[in-house]
C-alpha cells in the first residue's frame, strides 16, 4: 500500500510570524554533551526512545492498526459488513452492527433491527443506544466502540465528523518490519535560542484533509546549522503543557525521508515560554507523522517558514511497506 502525496503537499500555508518577536538578541550554538560519559548516557536514551517508539507504533492500538476513515453524513449513516453499508467492515463483522446519526454536533449509535451483536461494546460496557463522545482537537476522548478486534471512532475534523476504524488483525500492523533510523549524530543536537511572541498568536495548521487547525504558538527557536542561522515554529497540541510541537521538513524529503513532514517533540525552553531562554533541539528524535504508515490518519502538515534549506540527516527516515 502506497501513499499518494502529490495531492496534498500542495496544502501547506504560509506563516507571517515576524512582526510578533522582539529584535534577535544572540544566536545560538551547538549542545555539547560535555563527555564521554554523558554522549553515552544520550546515546542509550536515545536507544530506549527509538525502541519505545516502534512498540507503540505497532501496538493492538496503534497507528498500523488503522483500517478505514468514513465521513459521517447527516441523518442515518449504517455500520456493518453488509453491501451498501456507509461505513463497511471487513469480514467477518456483523453484516449489520449498528446505526450512527448525525444530527448538528450530535452524534448518536443506534442499533440495527434486531439489536445490538451481543459482544459489541462501549467504552468496556454493553453496547447501548444513545449519544457518543467525539473526539476532537481540544483533546476529548472518544467513544470506544469494539467488537472483537475492530474498534470504531468518531473525531471532528474542521467542523465535520468522521469515524475511524481500528483492526488490531489490519494487513499493514501483521507486515510491519521495523523503523529505519540515521545513525545517532550529536551535532544534531543543538542548543536553540528561544525567543518568545510579544503577544498571544494562534497559527493556522494545514493538515492532509485540506482543513486547518488554530493552534498556540510561543515563539520561535532560532539555532545555528552548516553556518546558517534557522528558525523553526513550534506549536502546543491540545492538552499538552509541558511540550512543545515542531512540525518541519528538510532537504532530506526528496529522497530519504518522508515527503510531507517529519515532527520533533521537546521539553520546554530552560525559563519557560514566556521569557528569552535556550531550548535543546535533538533532531535525532525527529519522527514520522501517522500518515507515513497508514492512508487513514489526518495529519498537520509544516508551515511554509518551518521548510528547512538543509538536510537534517538524523531521526527516523522514510517508511517502507
Same mark, same amino acid.
Given at each position: 500500500?502506497?501513499?499518494?502525496?502529490?495531492?496534498?503537499l500542495s496544502?501547506?500555508?504560509a506563516?507571517s510570524?515576524?512582526?510578533?518577536l522582539p529584535?534577535l538578541?544572540a544566536?545560538?550554538?551547538?549542545?555539547?554533551?560535555?563527555?564521554?560519559l554523558?554522549?553515552?548516557q544520550?546515546?542509550?536514551? !536515545? &536507544?530506549d526512545?527509538?525502541? $519505545?517508539?516502534?512498540?507503540?507504533?505497532?501496538?493492538?492500538d496503534?497507528w @498500523? #492498526?488503522?483500517a =478505514?476513515l468514513?465521513?459521517?453524513?447527516?441523518?442515518i449513516?449504517?455500520?456493518g459488513?453488509?453491501?451498501g453499508?456507509?461505513?463497511?467492515?471487513?469480514?467477518?463483522?456483523?453484516?449489520?452492527?449498528?446505526?450512527?446519526? !448525525? &444530527?448538528g454536533k450530535i452524534? $448518536?449509535?443506534?442499533?440495527p433491527?434486531?439489536?445490538?451483536?451481543?459482544? @459489541? #461494546?462501549?467504552? =468496556?460496557?454493553?453496547?447501548?443506544e444513545?449519544?457518543?463522545?467525539i473526539?476532537?482537537?481540544?483533546?476529548a476522548?472518544?467513544?470506544?466502540?469494539?467488537?472483537?478486534?475492530l474498534t470504531?471512532i468518531?473525531?471532528?475534523r474542521?467542523?465535520r465528523?468522521?469515524v475511524?476504524?481500528?483492526?488490531?488483525?489490519s494487513?499493514t500492523?501483521?507486515?510491519f518490519h521495523g523503523?529505519?533510523?540515521?545513525?545517532?549524530?550529536?551535532r544534531?543536537?543543538?542548543?536553540a535560542?528561544?525567543i518568545?511572541?510579544?503577544?498571544?498568536h494562534?497559527?493556522?495548521?494545514?493538515?492532509?484533509l485540506?482543513?486547518?487547525?488554530?493552534?498556540?504558538?510561543?515563539?520561535?527557536a532560532?539555532?545555528?546549522?552548516?553556518?546558517?542561522?534557522?528558525?523553526?515554529?513550534?506549536?502546543?497540541?491540545?492538552?499538552?503543557?509541558?511540550?512543545?510541537?515542531?512540525?518541519?521538513?528538510d532537504?532530506?524529503?526528496?529522497s530519504?525521508?518522508?515527503?510531507?513532514?517529519r515532527?520533533?517533540?521537546t521539553?520546554?525552553?530552560?525559563?519557560?515560554?514566556?521569557?528569552?531562554?535556550m531550548?535543546?533541539?535533538?533532531?535525532?528524535?525527529?519522527?514520522?507523522?501517522?500518515?507515513?504508515?497508514?492512508?487513514?490518519?489526518?495529519?498537520?502538515?509544516?508551515?511554509?517558514?518551518?521548510?528547512?534549506p538543509?538536510?537534517?540527516?538524523?531521526?527516523e527516515?522514510r517508511?517502507?511497506?
Open positions: 500500500m502506497k501513499l499518494h502525496l502529490a495531492w496534498f496544502l501547506t500555508a506563516i510570524p515576524l512582526a510578533l529584535a538578541s544566536q545560538s550554538t551547538p549542545s555539547p554533551l560535555g563527555s564521554a554523558a554522549e553515552a544520550w546515546r542509550q536514551d !536515545l &536507544s526512545w527509538r525502541a $519505545q517508539r516502534e512498540k507503540e507504533i505497532s501496538a493492538p496503534g @498500523l #492498526t488503522l =478505514g468514513d465521513w459521517l453524513k447527516p441523518g449513516n449504517s455500520v459488513a453488509a453491501e453499508s456507509q461505513i463497511k467492515l471487513p469480514a467477518p463483522a456483523p453484516a449489520h452492527l449498528g446505526l450512527f446519526t !448525525l &444530527s452524534v $448518536q449509535l443506534l442499533s433491527a434486531g439489536g445490538f451483536p451481543a459482544d @459489541l #461494546t462501549i467504552d =468496556g460496557q454493553p453496547a447501548r444513545g449519544r457518543i463522545r473526539g476532537g482537537v481540544d483533546g476522548q472518544p467513544s470506544a466502540i469494539v467488537w472483537h478486534n470504531l468518531v473525531l471532528e474542521g467542523g465528523y468522521v475511524r476504524l481500528k483492526d488490531v488483525n494487513p500492523r501483521a507486515a523503523l529505519h533510523w540515521f545513525a545517532p549524530d550529536p544534531l543536537r543543538v542548543e535560542l528561544w518568545p511572541y510579544d503577544q498571544p494562534i497559527e493556522k495548521i494545514p493538515t492532509v485540506g482543513t486547518t487547525l488554530d493552534l498556540p504558538a510561543p515563539g520561535v532560532e539555532f545555528t546549522l552548516d553556518g546558517k542561522i534557522l528558525r523553526l515554529y513550534p506549536v502546543i497540541e491540545a492538552g499538552e503543557k509541558d511540550t512543545l510541537f515542531f512540525i518541519l521538513k532537504e532530506t524529503s526528496s530519504v525521508t518522508y515527503q510531507a513532514a515532527f520533533l517533540h521539553g520546554l525552553p530552560n525559563h519557560g515560554l514566556n521569557q528569552e531562554g531550548l535543546i533541539l535533538d533532531f535525532n528524535r525527529l519522527e514520522n507523522p501517522p500518515c507515513a504508515y497508514t492512508p487513514f490518519a489526518t495529519c498537520p502538515l509544516p508551515p511554509e517558514a518551518n521548510r528547512l538543509v538536510a537534517l540527516q538524523a531521526g527516515m517508511y517502507e511497506y
